[in-house]
């Protein structure tokens, strides 16, 4: 463990970075700016082929790196890595949303360990989907925890933890953003806290764990059975991706936003659009829902209102 006398300001500190979406650019981006550490590589996910005509896309943390003229690689498997990583001689690495499971044999290289950013009040949530977990179940709150990373799946002991209040209105993509800019602000001062001995690592406790698995485009086919409650966090936690969607006459259509209020209405057929007060909703297996913005597939998202005018004969359909 590092200790008092290991004054962060007297050299720089050698570091790898572990990252691939989104998500990790701005922790990246602070620990490019501080002059404490240097960056001798950044590791991440490989290109993937993507689209109708599969264009061949890096992943963002790549190119952020590319552009700051930092060495990249993006192995297959990271445990082929491990007499590279070794030569690299690094004090500590920074795994943010990397996509890999680090073996044992690389989290014991650095001499100030492996240190990830987790977008989740652990224990609760380990595992991958800990950004749609606390929308999906209606939770006041969710935020960051930088641990010490070990063998387990975010199991390893606590250096510090940051939280954000949720008003039940927020998708998918407003709670990324909120967490990514917070985990900018954490990350250093946590860092250099860490390696100068100032925090003391608390272990987890196990008995109020909960894991999240990854979420699947599958997931985001809507089951109308459920209420109309399930089905609003739905539709905020898979805001982008996957997305909410369901069939209609052989069509997929994506319900991309609804009204935060579900409407107590219940003499409608499981899956019936009709319409309310002008409102388009659907009737669900308790409630139903009024919908804001509708897509179908291949075509621009639209206004319930603006839908409506071009698909009248919709109302009284089923939706499968």
């Not at 200790?3 to 998500?23: A, H, Y």
């Not at 063998?151 to 510090?160: A, H, M, Q």
């Not at 997929?252 to 909703?281: C, R």
């Amino acid at each position: 463990m590092p200790t008092d006398s290991q004054k962060i300001s007297n050299k720089k500190f050698r570091l790898i970075f572990m990252g691939t979406p989104d998500f990790a650019k701005p922790g990246l981006t602070a620990l490019i700016a501080d002059s404490n550490f240097e960056i001798v590589s950044v590791f991440t996910q490989a290109d993937k082929a993507v689209g109708r005509h599969q264009d061949i896309i890096s992943p963002p943390v790549k190119n952020l790196a590319t552009y700051h003229d930092l060495p990249v690689l993006q192995p297959v498997k990271l445990k082929t890595e491990t007499a590279t990583i070794k030569n690299l001689k690094p004090d500590l690495i920074v795994v943010i949303a990397y996509g890999q499971i680090i073996p044992p044999e690389i989290l014991a290289i650095p001499r100030f360990g492996c240190i990830n950013v987790h977008a989740s009040l652990l224990p609760k949530y380990r595992g991958a989907a800990c950004l749609n977990a606390p929308i999906l179940n209606g939770d006041k709150e969710t935020g960051l925890t930088i641990m010490r990373m070990e063998s387990g799946l975010d199991t390893g002991p606590i250096l510090r933890q940051a939280k954000i209040k949720l008003n039940g209105q927020e998708n998918l993509k407003e709670v990324h953003d909120k967490l990514a800019k917070l985990s900018a602000k954490l990350l250093i001062p946590t860092l250099q806290d860490f390696i100068a001995g100032k925090i003391k690592a608390t272990a987890q406790n196990k008995d109020n764990a909960s894991y999240v698995k990854a979420i699947k485009k599958e997931d985001g086919r809507i089951d109308w059975t459920k209420s109309a409650l399930v089905i609003e966090r739905m539709v905020r936690a898979y805001h982008p991706w996957p997305g909410t969607y369901s069939e209609l006459q052989g069509k997929t259509l994506k319900i991309t936003a609804v009204k935060n209020q579900p409407l107590p209405s219940n003499q409608h057929k499981i899956g019936e659009i009709f319409l309310e007060d002008n409102n388009l909703a659907i009737q669900t297996g308790q409630d139903a829902l009024i919908i804001l913005k509708l897509q179908v597939a291949g075509k621009k998202e639209l206004s319930a209102k603006d839908f409506l005018s071009g698909h009248r004969d919709i109302i009284g359909q089923i939706l499968k």
